[in-house]
């Protein structure tokens, strides 16, 4: 099971994310910075979660490049990091910052072992993120993690010729047809020919 990020406060996660323009880079964020910020509230704590998963910060608090794009394209770099944290959604949803709420609830549950009212408050979370993260101009494909595909290597085969490179494999098939009647001299210098042209080794 995910463990999807929640805070009961969404308006606070709202305010700071918009705050970090404002401010400058800190060496680290945890929740002993909130106060510090205006965030005072022991509710507000969760909010750090909230940036570590949508990777603001990384496992210790250090802020990445994504908090610092924020400081100057926060919509965009909200938009980024909400498709890196949930990852899993939009691979169900492409459009998942437009879904309604109760097509969110049905794949939280789905995704985790939480009570309804903590589902609640994963979505609403998730939602307050989608109002000011900007979904239309990242690269869907940059975020998705696969591991990449390995491409067969070229193989010679009777009757096909094969080249490859680094990366690219070319296959070749050449049909022959030449007369019935045709003398063994004929096919010898059509070979001969054909292995100086393109085989080439």
Request: charged share 25%; net charge neutral; hydrophobic share 40%.
């Amino acid at each position: 099971m995910t463990a999807y990020p929640a805070t009961q406060n969404t308006g606070s996660l709202i305010s700071l994310i918009k705050a970090i323009g404002s401010n400058g880079v800190p060496a680290k964020f945890t929740t002993k910075d909130l106060p510090a910020w205006g965030f005072k509230s022991s509710h507000d704590r969760s909010i750090v979660s909230v940036l570590r998963f949508i990777d603001f910060l990384d496992g210790s608090g250090i802020p990445t490049d994504l908090w610092r794009e924020a400081r100057t394209k926060s919509q965009a770099a909200v938009g980024t990091g909400v498709r890196r944290g949930y990852a899993d959604l939009f691979a169900m949803f492409p459009d998942a910052h437009r879904k309604d709420s109760e097509s969110l609830v049905n794949f939280f549950k789905a995704k985790t072992d939480v009570g309804e009212s903590g589902v609640k408050k994963i979505v609403a979370t998730f939602k307050a993120l989608a109002q000011i993260g900007d979904f239309e101009n990242v690269d869907d494909m940059e975020y998705l993690e696969e591991e990449p595909k390995q491409l067969p290597k070229a193989r010679k085969e009777t009757g096909r010729l094969s080249a490859s490179a680094p990366g690219m494999a070319v296959n070749l098939n050449i049909q022959l047809t030449l007369p019935s009647d045709a003398s063994g001299e004929a096919y010898d210098k059509f070979f001969a020919a054909m292995k100086k042209h393109l085989l080439n080794e």
